[in-house]
């Protein structure tokens, strides 16, 4: 089955601050690669996502690149503010049909934006 | 609020014990999840509807384990015979079934179950 690890688990930043955040995962037929967010007693939230067929995807402050020769896939975050302290996972799944929302996960990376 | 409800939020149990977790998705989804939390780690996959028609389930899932959806629209995840190992978040997510391209889902806030 599909393996997606995570790195950093936890991540610190200054406010302003660039924050990047690498996943990797293992099953080649993976296509889709969504990246979620999740406050304090509350579910994921997807905030971007990407489709295999494209490298890099940008939404205001926020971007994601995906190598699929490599497997890997990042999340990129500038001019980071205290708002966007959270857990931020990333996931890959098989992207069509009822496979799309059977996402292995990563572990999290928890960020942190000190004003 | 048009989001995932589930209920209850919070919930705990004596080790043996029966629960039964609730989730009402956005209305629209023919598509519902169940994901299962532990601390520090991200969610992983139990079980999936399309309408009632439970479609795949985890090996995680074992037979203490039943979710039922039974009229395409609420499901109930049950856990008989709780042990302290099944202390975790119950997530529940949807997702509309015509939302080609897209894989997103709708998380609801979870049901954290303490088994003591």
């Known amino acids: 089955g599909e393996n997606v690890e995570q790195h950093p688990s936890t991540l610190s930043v200054q406010e302003g601050d660039s924050a990047v955040i690498k996943c990797t995962y293992s099953d080649s037929a993976s296509n889709y690669f969504p990246w979620y967010k999740q406050e304090l007693g509350k579910g994921p939230q997807l905030i971007i996502d990407i489709r295999s067929n494209v490298g890099e995807k940008k939404d ?56 | ?27 629209e989804h023919n598509r519902l999840y169940w994901y299962r939390q532990t601390l520090g780690q991200g969610p992983e996959f139990l079980t999936y509807f399309q309408n ?21 629209s609420f499901s109930t995840l049950e856990i008989q015979r709780t042990e302290q190992g099944d202390s975790a978040m119950y997530l529940c997510a949807s997702r509309s079934g015509t939302s080609l391209g897209t894989g997103e889902l709708f998380f609801g806030e979870g049901s954290r179950l303490t088994v003591l």
């Open chain 2, 52 to 72: 009632e028609a439970q479609l795949e389930k985890s090996r995680l899932l074992s037979d203490r384990f039943s979710a039922e959806r039974p009229k395409g």
């Open chain 1, 60 to 115: 205001q402050r926020i971007a994601v690149t995906l190598n699929k020769t490599a497997k890997h896939f990042s999340l990129h975050i500038t001019e980071t503010q205290p708002e966007d302290s959270a857990v931020y996972f990333c996931a890959a799944s098989g992207g069509f049909g009822f496979n799309a929302g059977k996402s292995t996960f990563g572990d999290g990376t928890t960020l942190t934006v000190k004003p």
């Open chain 2, 1 to 27: 609020d048009t989001g995932v409800s589930q209920d209850p939020r919070h919930k705990i149990t004596k080790r043996g014990q029966n629960v039964t977790f609730r989730c009402d998705p956005i209305s």
